[in-house]
């Protein structure tokens, strides 16, 4: 099954790739590795999820929108290598998560998105990843992540 079916199985759509918001690019290929910038749980040009998690956004909200980072990813992936069947493997994942300063389930928020991943592209989709908590992101963002993949 290739990577679009397996994305259309789960009932998701690769977005259209996210305008950066400052003096930089989606993604950047060096050899067979693509890394891409941190991505915003953006949907139709605006941040869904805003906050601190732990202060009034729940950490189901803000798991579900690393998922929505993850995606917007490989959408910042695609876009450059041309097709997800490119990807041989997910290397690394690093999660920031905007957190109260009593919220210490980082971890868990970022398995939106290690979970989005390797049912996307299965044992291929297992990495190596951070989970940071951090005071603000972007645009008040809960959460934001980045990827780092091998591709043929």
Do not use: I
């Amino acid at each position: 099954m290739s990577t679009g079916e397996r994305l259309a199985a789960l009932g998701l759509t690769l977005p259209p790739v996210a305008a950066p918001v400052a003096a930089y690019v989606p993604a950047v290929r060096y050899g067979d590795l693509v890394q891409t910038s941190g991505q915003l749980p953006l949907v139709g040009g605006a941040v869904t999820v805003t906050g601190k998690v732990g202060a009034g956004v729940s950490p189901e909200e803000a798991t579900a929108a690393a998922r929505t980072c993850a995606l917007n990813a490989l959408a910042a992936v695609a876009d450059l290598v041309g097709d997800l069947d490119e990807v041989v493997r997910v290397v690394k994942v690093t999660g920031f998560v905007a957190s109260d300063p009593s919220f210490t389930g980082q971890p868990g928020v970022v398995n939106g998105a290690s979970e989005l991943l390797g049912e996307v592209f299965g044992d291929a989709g297992r990495h190596a990843r951070s989970a940071v908590g951090v005071p603000v992101l972007p645009l008040d963002a809960a959460v934001e992540v980045e990827l780092l993949v091998q591709v043929r």
